[in-house]
């Protein structure tokens, strides 16, 4: 999806939120909704602001983000303007890692439960 920006004959400017589809070679667009029109400059920044937040919440709700992230990072366009701010992934060092399997999850949980104190000993053949 994308923001399509036109003028028209009168000077105004629509704002539309496109999407596009590929069938083979061929590009299909559609437009997705219509924001508004913008008779200046500062119509047109807020228009597109708008439909920004339209994007990230449809992206959101087709596909949703976990509640430990935000929509916005992860479907916005991140503008990350200083070199330092990155991360570089090659500096990246694990620092902890943590593996519980199936056995120790349920083993505990079985244990909490008190299911082992009920059936005692029950692996032994008498």
């Known amino acids: 999806m994308f923001i399509r920006i036109k003028e028209r004959d009168n000077g105004k400017k629509s704002i539309q939120i496109v999407s596009t589809k590929r069938d083979g070679k061929k590009i299909f667009q559609k437009i997705f909704r219509y924001v508004g029109t913008a008779c200046n400059e500062k119509e047109e920044t807020e228009l597109?602001?708008?439909a920004e937040t339209i994007i990230i919440d449809h992206e959101n709700?087709?596909?949703p983000v976990l509640p430990c992230f935000?929509?916005?990072d992860i479907y916005g366009k991140a503008n990350?303007?200083?070199e330092e701010d990155r991360v570089k992934i090659k500096n990246l060092r694990e620092e902890?890692?943590?593996i519980e399997g199936i056995e120790?999850?349920?083993g505990r949980l079985y244990?909490?439960?008190g299911f082992?104190?009920?059936i005692k000993n029950t692996n032994k053949i008498n």
């Open 48 to 50: 597109k602001k708008l």
């Open 61 to 63: 709700q087709t596909n």
């Open 70 to 72: 935000s929509a916005k």
């Open 80 to 82: 990350i303007s200083n």
């Open 96 to 98: 902890k890692r943590i």
């Open 104 to 106: 120790d999850i349920f």
């Open 111 to 113: 244990s909490e439960m």
């Open 116 to 118: 082992d104190r009920l």
